[in-house]
């Protein structure tokens, strides 16, 4: 863990099991709450942000050049997550020009097999974005 995800992980388990359970009302509670496991997922998406990114960047890479569509778009200058987001907001408009393309040939089993590729990626790509639920214990009234 890095420390900023140390850091948003501690916050948002003490909202949810330390400071949520004293408050008064469900309003107050239900915020402390929420606000708690917001920032435990938080802490859990920037952990991966990188590795994610870069994940994707090869993908798009490999799906581009099966295509025939290789861009020329240069590699992040560094992995900051900013820099790796173009890269792959970059990779990703070209994968929709080349999607599109093979759609147009829907008679085409190579265009065919490219676009289940394709497709397989976009789905692992959402389901690596989705936060884990948090595990805490059961609630008490």
Not at 79 to 104: C, G, P
Request: hydrophobic share 45%; proline share 6%.
């Amino acid at each position: 863990m890095t420390d900023l995800t140390l850091i948003l992980d501690r916050i948002g388990k003490k909202l949810v099991e330390d400071v949520a359970p004293k408050l008064q009302g469900d309003y107050a509670h239900g915020h402390a709450v929420m606000i708690g496991l917001i920032n435990v997922m938080a802490a859990e998406m920037w952990d991966g942000a990188a590795d994610r990114l870069q994940n994707e960047i090869v993908g798009l890479r490999h799906l581009l050049s099966a295509g025939g569509a290789a861009p020329d778009v240069a590699p992040s200058p560094s992995l900051k997550i900013s820099d790796l987001s173009t890269e792959r907001d970059e990779l990703a408009r070209n994968l929709i020009i080349l999607q599109t393309r093979l759609e147009a040939r829907p008679e085409d089993p190579e265009a065919k097999l490219l676009l289940t590729k394709i497709w397989a990626h976009l789905l692992q790509t959402a389901v690596a974005r989705m936060p884990s639920p948090p595990a805490f214990g059961e609630a008490t009234d």
